[in-house]
């Protein structure tokens, strides 16, 4: 799926997926786009073509032999791989697998936007939000770097218009009001790191009842 991509991937947010060094909520972001978006594959694969030519031109270092006999050994048990999850819905392959597969557990957060926690933790957040056509996005405080990624729908905000697989990069220094398009419920993908960065007394009263 490429068509009506335009807003895609940063370079440094490809190279660091691409050198595993992103956060979790983050790299799920990234996988999802990668899934929808053929250009970034292409991008991605680039990257980590160019990490495989490193790693072939770095020095070797010995293992022990108890290290190899084991390795070897290991290679005779049976591999019983995890069933990939495939795309549902609007939902694509990475997330239905960060899912476990389920459909998910929606939370409402009032005015007909719902929001599912996927993951929540000390390197930030990755959650599903649901927002009624023509709906603005309730103001979910956010002050670091942001992943939103769309899946269904589409929202327009001071910077630009984002449809299916559309995704923005926020960062703190960004003031805007996302505004659901009219037609259809918008699904996002939303990734942020800023759970410890509140500094204001009412968002850290917040923060335990959303989770955000
Ligand atoms: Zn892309």
């Known amino acids: 799926m490429t068509t009506g991509i335009t807003h895609h991937i940063p370079e440094n947010l490809i190279i660091a997926y691409a050198s595993g060094a992103l956060p979790r909520p983050f790299a799920l972001v990234v996988a999802a786009h990668v899934s929808m978006c053929d250009e ?5 694969t680039a990257q980590e073509t160019a990490g495989g030519a490193i790693l072939d031109t770095a020095e070797t270092s010995a293992i022990s032999d108890d290290l190899r006999a084991r390795v070897l050994q290991a290679l005779d048990d049976p591999i019983v ?4 999850k495939t795309r549902r819905g609007p939902y694509p392959g990475p ?17 007909g936007t719902r929001q599912c926690i996927i993951e929540h933790g000390r390197a930030g957040s990755v959650r599903l939000l649901s927002i009624p056509a023509g709906q603005a996005v309730p103001d979910h ?20 218009y984002f449809g299916p697989g559309d995704l923005e990069v926020a960062d703190s220094d960004l003031e805007h009001t996302p505004v659901a398009d009219e037609g ?22 917040l923060q335990p009842l959303f989770r955000i």
């Open 40 to 44: 970034c594959r292409a991008r991605l």
């Open 81 to 84: 791989l995890p069933e990939r």
């Open 95 to 111: 997330v239905m697998e960060a899912l476990k597969g389920q459909p998910p557990r929606w939370k409402s957060l009032g005015l």
């Open 141 to 160: 405080g956010h002050n670091g770097l942001e992943l939103t990624l769309v899946l269904q729908g589409a929202f327009k905000d001071e910077t630009g």
């Open 184 to 205: 259809e419920t918008c699904i996002c993908l939303a990734a942020t790191d800023a759970s410890l960065r509140f500094n204001t007394l009412v968002p850290r009263l």
